[in-house]
C-alpha cells in the first residue's frame, strides 16, 4: 500500500510539477523573461503547457501592436479633426506583430500535439482568427526595413510574409479573406530572392522564392533570370558547370524568348570553350527574336575576340543598328575596319613590306571607316571608361593620314 501511494505521488509529481511553469510565466509582464522561461523549461513541459506559454507568450506581443495601432489610428482621426498627433514606436509594432504571429505558430503547433492524457485536444484553435489581422502588416516591416537599407531584417520580414501564407495558425481563414493576400505573394516572393542573392544566402533558399515568384507572369522571366545567374555563379567544377548547361539549355528550349536564360547559357557554353554551341544559341535566339540587340552584340564580340573581324563586323553592324550610340559596339566595329585595312595592306605590301600608292587608294575608305566608327566611339563615351578601345587607335589613323596617306586622295 505504500508502495503504491509512492508511485502515485511520483505520478502526481510529473504531471502537476510541469504546470507550476505556466503559473510563473502569467507572472511576467515582460516577452524576453517569458521566452527565456519557457525555453529554459520546455523539455519538461507537457504539450498542452506549452500551448499555454506560446499563447500568453502572443498575448503579450499583441498587447503591444494593439497599443501602437490604435495611437496610429488614433492619429489619422486627430488628422482630420486637426488636432496634434501623438508619437508610436514604429520598430516595437514591426517586432511585435512578427513575435505574436511567430508565437501563436508555436501555440498552434503544440496545441494540435498529444496531450499529457494522450489526447488531441486543442484548447485555441482560433487564434488565427484573431491573428490573421497582423499577418499583412508584416509587409509593413519589411518595408521599413528595406527603407532603411537594412537588407538582413527587410528579408526576414519579406520571407515570414511569404512564408507564413502556408502557416498551420491560418488554415481556418476562408480563401476569399485570404485573396487580398495571395495576389502580392508573387511579388513579396521575387523581392525575397533578390534581397538573398544580394546577402548571399544558400541557393535552396533564393530557389524557393523564384519558383514561386514565377507563378505570376509578371515575375516569371524575372525569378528565372536571377535564379539561373545565381546558381551559375556557384558552379565550383566542370562537372557541375556542363550539368547545368544542360538543364538551361532543356529550360531556354522551352522558352528561346527569355534573355535571361540565353544570356546565362551563352556564359556557361563560352566557360566551357563549347563555342560551336555559343553560335548556335545565338542563331536559335535571332531566328525567335530577330530584333534581338544582345544576341547580336553578343555574337558579334564572341567573334572579335577569334578575330573573326568580317564576321564579326555585320553582327555589331546590326546591334548597333538596333541600340545606336554605343560606344562598346561602335569602338569594336572600327576594329573590324581597321582589321580590313591592315589585312588589305598586308596583302598588298607582300615581301617587300611597301603598299604601293594605287592600293593605298582602294585601302584609305577602310581607315576613313574605322576612323568614323572609333570618334563615334569616344564621343558616345562621356565617362572615358571605354579610352582603351578606341583612343590609341584614333592617334594611330591620324598619324597613318598626316603621313603614309596623306597624298591618297578620298
Keep these: 500500500m505504500k508502495k503504491l501511494s509512492i508511485l ?23 516577452a524576453a523573461q517569458v521566452t527565456e522561461l519557457i525555453n529554459a523549461n520546455l523539455s519538461s513541459m507537457p504539450n498542452e503547457e506549452k500551448a499555454q506559454c506560446y499563447n500568453y507568450l502572443s498575448k503579450l506581443a499583441q498587447d503591444v501592436a494593439a497599443k501602437e495601432i490604435g ?44 496531450n499529457s492524457k494522450g489526447k488531441v485536444k486543442p484548447q485555441f484553435k482560433d487564434a488565427g482568427t484573431t491573428l490573421f489581422q497582423y499577418y499583412p502588416r508584416i509587409i509593413d516591416g519589411a518595408q521599413y526595413y528595406m527603407d532603411k537599407q537594412d537588407k538582413e531584417t527587410a528579408f526576414k520580414y519579406l520571407t515570414a510574409f511569404v512564408d507564413k501564407r502556408d502557416s498551420e495558425l491560418f488554415a481556418a ?20 530572392a533578390v534581397y538573398g542573392v544580394q546577402l548571399g544566402k544558400p541557393l535552396d533558399d533564393v530557389e524557393k522564392y523564384c519558383k514561386i515568384a514565377e507563378t505570376d507572369p509578371k515575375y516569371k522571366k524575372e525569378a528565372e533570370g ?133 592600293a593605298r587608294k582602294v585601302i584609305k575608305p577602310f581607315w576613313q571607316k574605322a576612323l568614323e566608327y572609333l570618334n563615334k566611339a569616344k564621343e558616345y563615351d562621356k565617362d572615358g571608361s571605354n579610352a582603351g578601345m578606341y583612343d590609341r587607335k584614333i592617334q594611330r589613323i591620324n598619324y597613318l593620314f598626316e603621313n603614309d596617306y596623306s597624298k591618297v586622295p578620298d
Design 8 to 30: 502515485a505521488l511520483t505520478a502526481l509529481f510529473a504531471v502537476s510539477a510541469p504546470a507550476q511553469v505556466f503559473k510563473q510565466v502569467k507572472k511576467l509582464k515582460d
Design 226 to 358: 536571377l535564379l539561373v545567374n545565381y546558381t551559375t555563379k556557384g558552379l565550383k567544377t566542370k562537372a557541375d558547370s556542363i550539368a547545368y548547361a544542360e538543364k538551361i539549355e532543356a529550360q531556354y528550349a522551352a522558352d528561346p524568348t527569355n534573355i535571361n536564360v540565353f544570356q546565362s547559357l551563352a556564359n556557361i557554353e563560352l566557360a566551357l570553350n563549347r563555342t560551336e554551341n555559343f553560335y548556335s544559341i545565338c542563331e536559335k535566339r535571332i531566328e525567335s527574336a530577330p530584333n534581338d540587340y544582345l544576341a547580336y552584340y553578343f555574337r558579334g564580340y564572341v567573334k572579335c575576340t577569334e578575330k573573326k573581324w568580317e564576321d564579326a563586323r555585320p553582327d555589331l553592324e546590326k546591334a548597333d543598328e538596333l541600340m545606336p550610340n554605343n560606344s562598346a559596339v561602335n569602338a569594336m566595329i572600327g576594329t573590324c575596319w581597321m582589321a580590313k585595312a591592315e589585312e588589305g595592306e598586308n596583302r598588298a605590301a607582300g615581301k617587300s613590306g611597301i603598299v604601293p600608292f594605287n
Design 173 to 192: 481563414i476562408p480563401a476569399e479573406q485570404k485573396q487580398g493576400v495571395e495576389s502580392i505573394i508573387p511579388q513579396i516572393a521575387y523581392f525575397s
Design 71 to 114: 495611437v496610429i489610428t488614433e492619429n489619422n482621426m486627430n488628422k482630420q479633426l486637426g488636432k496634434p498627433e501623438s508619437p508610436y514606436d514604429t520598430v516595437a509594432l514591426n517586432k511585435a506583430v512578427l513575435d505574436a504571429i511567430e508565437a501563436a505558430e508555436l501555440c498552434c503547433k503544440y496545441d494540435n500535439m498529444e
